[in-house]
């Protein structure tokens, strides 16, 4: 079927890309044209603005927009002044899902159907498929079916889940996508998938952090008042293989996991991860995991332990660090360590 | 090669059964007689005790126990009267590593050599194969290579790491056995490993649980001061999925794990987990990383949580909690809510 | 001076009673008139209507509202109807300092002033005295400056600050009332108190549950696979004497404070505190909180935990704990514990 | 009565003078002379050797240790040389409560009374007095009563604690020392105490935090893929007076302690805190504490977030951090930011 995407970053343009193997037809538009450029020699149609984009679309129109968040709102303005009632507007970035709410109202209002998609998979996607978690009307998402089908990575090589076999109705989860619910439920799920994402990665870094610091005891001990001594260095005297033990985890063990086959590459890349500094970013998702935790009153001790060491990370914490050293200096008269 | 396996519970029955289809010799022991009659049927030669099977085997012996934890030093203790110089003492099960440290001592003053293997894959051990983490001295680990392969998942269909290609030497971490160190070494990677599991396990666990609430904006809300009212009913009032949300990310999503594939199956069975009431036990290994992280002076956020919500789930904060509403009472006259 | 309350609940009605000690003339409304009539008896000037109550006062008047968050709004519109230029509406109750933000520009947009108070004190303030934090514009907070000194606890008995005795100019903070800032600051300063105030309690709860428990040692241990064993049971073997406990450390120790003094009450009560069941209610404070750290990206991993806590003791986190459970079964066929 | 003191640091000596103030005879002893010189000046009788000291006591004597951690069991063994049966050896350092059981024994072998006494107060014990935790046998900590009354605080200006008036058996929790049980049980209590200091001081030092960063909504926004754009900027222009707001609290409000009013004097010396750089020390207690928790199956989420951050200000979380941008980077491409 036909397609229209607006963004052709690395994401939207790797979907288009599956689309069109999938035998889709896309018509893309980017704010820079070589973007453009590039695709049309790959076989799509280009256009120079929203407006000759949506020209060029048959009735019901489908516009995936995959545009940084930002710029979601100028751009569906932009195309409720070209399209039609009944046309489709479908948000695949990482939009919060309370903008979804009010979107898909506004566009509601407009005649127009919606669907939000969180997208999952990254650089990857291109050649494993996007795992795609959907929100919207229940036709909308349906009509759309042949678009998330390509998108989507398939059953491909995983082993079913066993109990599925005898399912007497199957659903597309199976397939890599899944309508979640109504307009933002597509975006809620990506945003707890992301949530739980920085809880696995934190997991594993805390674990291989706890490895790697397995020969605390060979190190020369400091003796002052302001440093605890080891009770039990020989306890610590094991110089550990962190690469090697983080692939062997890989096969068989109960932590195996693609963030885990990710960290392997890493340290097979550079056992001592030499081109970071430790500045761990974040983006909204994580965030709005843990606002959304405390607004349903549900705990997420992991999940925003595992945020707050991105801030953390991002030298946040230095005030709050500085008041703990002068109320240790105040109250005993400690000073901070300078090494 | 052959082997002895002293304890045939679940783990040691079906390793041995992995050795045997591999073609290794193997005599067996149990305290309970008819866990041996099983094996001997399969092939294994048996015995009655210890001293006996000792007998039955060719120097330099090599002695795999997997038996409790209670009952490694008693085994050690009976074995020592059998065995002799360069005989190798393995112990499979899952001991604290300090232990390993002493035992491994004691069994090089009686001569013998000392192997600890850690060991992950449960029940699907026998047809995936077990993933194992070996501490030991160099020469030991490498005699008994054969039998770390055997019980090893092997290559099998995971992709290689990218970069293992141009390895100029390899490993066995990519046949997923890894000899990790000295003494204790494989331990203390078993160790971080559960202590890793635990924390991926909460993350899942919490994500989920926050999509299974995010319908509480539809819930007739209760307006008494004791109450925290919602602000915005209106983002969430979404029925999930969630077994469906678990199998959606099975595919192509960054969260894709053994653990998510278990936890898509135990949703299958009963999507309401009706069998569990969320009394969560822990095992040693949980504890022992965290106490390992603080002896390292490494911090432990996401992984302690884990572990502490389990804490929680076996009714061990209630005091903790009655003296937070006693405080409440004292202040503000605050009264516990009833239901 | 002369200053209007609307709510004469606990709080309201005693701010009225300390005000009035102080010499100040208090206009009192109440939906239920039954308080009303309390306070007139005790010197203060009823009214039946927030309009009456408005005719009652020379401008400009003065309005402190002490209603629950959810009657704010309301309040607001009705006294709009009344007010005149130049007047002030005071939120003197647990507001969301976002709905100051909102509300203070409606408020100034009819031309009259804003201010909003987070009052500390409890049940207690009456006699102590309340500590206030305040924010609006100087002008407005300046002219009702008489009013918070009176509220305020004044210096009291309590030690002065080291190095305030040379400040060339002094502040009202030391009475223990503070201007903090424009609209929004005081319940801004009021969030993040009760965000602490729930660090400290968890603090203190924490500590006295493992007290608590310093005698598991004791206990007949249970040998089952589910549970960890204990490695030194001869280290847990105290019975502490909790209530005695709290009440030493009142005097000459580090973790001295009123919250503590409070808990050392409520133990002298009862040592086993019957009363509580330990389910922990949370308000607004304590949520907002831990959210406007994540806006700022700053790490509350205590003041988060201290809030999840209570999520937990609420009974929240059951799904996510069967989750755990479910996944045990899965990969261990480990049961759950049923005691 | 007459009572020895071994190691004449900060504390002991501060400890000897409040001794002779209450009228006690003071026998001391510290390695280097100047500090026995300083207290015989004001009234102390000086030794030059453990032995010398033990010489001039009379029985039964009454040994008082306040040295380094790593020093107390050679002190022990200097001491049995020379106390004779009946004689108590007291350690008031800070010693792990698991030392003290295995010192207690040793010492009880040679029929040498035990005490561990748990001191609170820090650089202000000398004038407020020290709260003081006591282990040891009941007799023993009897006869030692005129001791520990002389150090301890005393009633003084703290109120009493609601329902202690009526008590029929009083204790002298109210006068600062506490006989909280057998060997072992004074460092326990001492142990838990800081753990909770920790935890105090964390919840203080991230909620001031929090209103540092309220004007995070003023600062130049970046806008790049990698960071997470603010939603309501409008809702974090303020400039928190945070000495002021420290302050504040210090009267009437829920939050006012003694950590509190060293906040506040730290904050008055140097609002931005500018003799620390935010490396925060921990000492072994904090660890200790976390590690009775696990020991003991109870959730310590607060106290151990309290110590984990200290850990991270130390830099340990460095490679953990490495770690999470190396995954990062492969799953999406995400390259650090740099500044």
């Known amino acids: 079927m036909q397609i229209a995407m607006i963004g052709l970053g690395r994401m939207g343009a790797n979907m288009v890309r599956r689309l069109m193997k999938a035998g889709h037809e896309c018509v893309v538009y980017n704010r820079s044209p070589a973007a ?8 799509a149609t280009g256009s120079t603005s929203i407006k000759e984009l949506v020209s060029k679309l048959k009735a019901p129109r489908a516009v995936w927009m995959m545009v940084p968040a930002g710029a979601v709102d100028a751009t569906i303005q932009e195309l409720q002044q070209s399209l039609e009632a009944g046309d489709i507007v479908i948000d695949g970035g990482n939009s919060y899902y309370v903008d979804d709410l009010r979107r898909s109202k506004a566009v509601g209002d407009a005649k127009l159907k919606w669907a939000d998609v969180g997208t999952s998979g990254g650089v990857f996607g291109l050649e494993r498929g996007y795992c795609l978690m959907i929100g919207g009307e229940k036709e909308t998402v349906q009509y759309l079916d042949p678009i998330f089908k390509a998108l989507a990575p398939g059953r491909g090589t995983v082993d079913r889940t066993p109990g599925r076999e005898n399912a007497t109705e199957t659903t597309t989860a199976e397939e890599g996508y899944l309508h979640c619910g109504p307009a933002g439920a597509g975006h809620f799920v990506k945003m707890v998938h992301n949530g739980i994402e920085y809880g696995i990665m934190a997991a594993y870094a805390e674990g ?14 400091t003796f002052d008042a302001e440093t605890a001594p080891m009770r039990e260095p020989d306890h610590y005297k094991y110089d550990m293989p962190v690469p090697e033990i983080a692939e062997v985890w890989r096969r068989g063990s109960v932590v195996s996991s693609w963030l885990l086959d990710l960290t392997a590459a890493a340290l097979v890349e550079s056992p001592e991860l030499k081109d970071f500094s430790g500045r761990v970013s974040d983006s909204g ?55």
Chains 1, 2, 3, 4 share one sequence.
């Open 36 to 43: 453009v450029d590039a695709l049309v020699k790959e076989g």
């Open 208 to 221: 291989l952090n706890i490895l790697k610091h397995a020969n605390v005891g060979n190190t020369q001990e």
């Open 285 to 339: 998702e994580g965030r709005w995991t843990t606002i959304a935790a405390i607004d349903e009153g549900v705990p997420a001790d992991v999940l925003s332990a595992a945020l707050f060491a991105r801030f953390t990370s991002q030298s946040n914490a230095v005030y709050a660090n500085k008041l703990l050293s002068a109320m240790r200096f105040q109250f005993g008269g400690h000073k901070e360590k300078t090494s």
